[in-house]
């Protein structure tokens, strides 16, 4: 189950800034680009605002964001509420000792990474990225986390497309995200 | 006064110790700010040295000490963030000293301190557009861009930005890669930043001058966490400036 933020002034404007891109990156997908998202400085803002007000006074202490569109709205989070920033990425980026974690796609498999001693055991964590589809991509960075010994508080995404039921694949962990999308 | 002669004490204001952990490798990245950047805050808080087992020694050092706390000065804060950021060797291939800044990441007021010397250099520039290059320069981007209140442009790999887009190839050491930008993100006229968070040898920093060149984009400074000089990347990008916290 999902909280989504339909309620607030703000949301409105944010949703429209989104663009869907059609048949990208394959036929039939449509696509949520977050990019026009970002040209609107108010929008993009807004965006962040609702998760810092969402999370600070949570006592969260690492915002964890998947690489790449969850290195934009990941770390203006992690600032505002004085947590660490822990990017989750592609196999071969990280330079030192990693975890590795491996999810299926679709069609085969991929592989997320997070730094050794990044997190310590006990700490409070967010996972962030731009959408929620399918929910592989945020379950493997939840298993990150906790192999490194932290809670996994809260998933936060932008977006949610609901149709795919990620949120059944967050091993019961609740989900935020700000627009649903068909 | 019962003090030995080599009880020198430097207190450096405003400056939390790092916890050292096994994560946090020591690393002797040097610190300096380079001849043709300005320091974007004037004044100097003073070092304070001197002997705190002296009463006098003592109260000087508090009442200085809490003077200075009350805003950490440039270098302070360039102190800490260069001390955060990791060097692993032989990383992605024998020789190279990979410069790691996940560390920085790690630690909040470093990180927000990186942040706020972008800002505070910008603030007043009116600034339209902050370019940043994937992955790491989407990490310092997005929130210089949200404090200056610019739009933020992701410069990416091929095949990932999913709009029409111009592309600009540039060399690599072996080979040739793509850098990609969507039509329409950015206006002829508007006044840009491109943020990486290191520049080797200047590159990919150019080729992201020369894309939002050629639609028009007037290209006001590059801006990195650390330059690696000896790779004298500065020389691929023309007549752009670069401002960097560390090298």
């Not at chain 1, 996994?152 to 059944?168: R, T, Y």
């Not at chain 2, 206006?187 to 590159?203: P, Y």
């Amino acid at each position: 189950m999902s909280a989504c933020k339909e309620d607030d002034p703000r949301i409105d404007g944010i949703q429209s800034r989104i663009r869907v891109v059609p048949n990208f990156p394959k036929p039939g997908i449509m696509f949520q680009d977050i990019t026009t998202l970002l040209l609107d400085p108010k929008a993009f803002k807004d965006t962040i605002d609702l998760f810092v007000e969402r999370y600070k006074g949570k006592n969260i202490t690492a915002v964890a964001g998947i690489e790449a569109r969850g290195f934009i709205f990941g770390p203006p989070i992690a600032l505002a509420i004085g947590a660490k920033f822990v990017p989750l990425r592609k196999p071969k980026k990280l330079p030192g000792k990693v975890f590795r974690e491996e999810y299926d796609l679709e069609y085969g498999s991929d592989c997320l990474e997070m730094h050794v001693g990044a997190v310590e055991s006990g700490e409070r964590a967010l996972v962030v990225d731009d959408l929620i589809a399918t929910g592989g991509t945020l379950c493997a960075a939840m298993n990150l986390l906790e192999r490194a010994g932290a809670e996994v508080v809260e998933c936060a995404c932008v977006i949610e497309i609901p149709d795919l039921k990620g949120s059944d694949r967050l091993k019961g962990k609740p989900l935020f995200v700000l627009v649903e999308s068909q | 006064m019962a003090t030995t002669p080599n009880s020198l004490v430097l207190e450096i204001s405003g400056v939390k110790i790092v916890p050292q952990s096994n994560y946090h490798s020591g690393n002797s990245v040097k610190v300096k700010l380079l001849p043709n950047t300005k320091s974007p805050i004037a004044r100097r808080t003073p070092t304070i040295y001197g002997r705190t087992n002296t009463p006098r020694g003592l109260q000087q050092i508090k009442s200085s000490h809490m003077a200075a706390q009350n805003v950490d000065s440039t270098d302070d804060r360039i102190s800490r963030i260069s001390s955060s950021i990791r060097v692993i060797a032989d990383f992605p291939k024998p020789g190279i000293l990979f410069q790691d800044i996940t560390t920085l990441l790690l630690d909040p007021k470093a990180f927000k301190d990186t942040i706020d010397l972008f800002v505070e250099r910008y603030k007043e520039q009116n600034i339209n557009v902050v370019a940043g290059i994937e992955a790491r320069g989407f990490i310092f981007g997005a929130p210089i861009a949200l404090a200056i209140g610019a739009k933020f442009v992701p410069l990416r790999k091929p095949k990932k930005l999913p709009g029409e887009v111009i592309s600009e190839e540039y060399s690599l050491e072996y080979g040739t890669d793509i850098m990609e930008m969507h039509v329409g993100a950015v206006q002829a006229g508007e006044r840009a930043l491109v943020v990486d968070d290191l520049i080797a040898t200047g590159g990919t920093l150019s080729a992201a001058i020369r894309l939002l060149e050629r639609v028009g984009v007037d290209v006001v400074e590059c801006a990195c966490v650390i330059e690696l000089p000896e790779l004298k990347g500065r020389n691929l990008l023309g007549d752009k400036p670069l401002f960097v916290l560390v090298s």
